[in-house]
């Protein structure tokens, strides 16, 4: 039985799995909060096993659920309330949009998307678009990427090493 990480390979390309581990440590020190060098950038996830596969991957910032019980209205009017339309360290997107691809993370994004962007506020979108290129069939949610952490983590803290980690 040829071992674990090699059997990903024919599922997702090595170089597939460079680009996600790019995307993925690129939202993470954005996630990071200021004192360690991010940005304090909120992520934004459906639920919580979403939530626990983001944090087994290293990040440590603010992840905000949308499945908490509250309507879409109030929760956007807390995530303008409580980040604004711009992050103020960066200047930057003032959220990372990180919905599902599956039907109902498709539909939940592009309602998200609308009406945030109907409050002027600022979304990154590009973690969820490199997502969707690099794993479409493997992984159709983010909880899905659980399987790829093993093989992940490596790349992303050559890309982005946790702020512990010093060479």
Request: with cysteine.
């Amino acid at each position: 039985m040829p071992p674990r990480f090699e059997r990903r390979i024919k599922i997702i390309s090595p170089d597939s799995l460079f680009h996600l581990a790019r995307a993925l440590a690129k939202a993470r020190f954005r996630n990071r909060h200021p004192v360690h060098g991010g940005s304090g950038c909120p992520v934004i996830v459906e639920g919580r096993r979403d939530m626990e596969t983001l944090r087994s991957l290293g990040f440590e910032g603010p992840i905000e659920l949308v499945n908490r019980g509250w309507g879409q209205s109030r929760l956007i009017a807390h995530l303008h309330d409580s980040y604004g339309r711009k992050n103020t360290v960066d200047g930057g997107p003032a959220l990372i949009l990180m919905m599902d691809w599956d039907r109902t993370g498709m539909r939940l994004h592009e309602n998200l998307l609308g009406r945030m962007r109907s409050l002027d506020m600022w979304i990154d979108e590009s973690t969820r678009k490199t997502l969707m290129r690099t794993v479409p069939l493997k992984a159709p949610t983010i909880e899905g990427m659980k399987n790829l952490v093993d093989d992940l983590i490596p790349l992303i803290n050559l890309e982005d090493p946790p702020p512990d980690i010093v060479f």
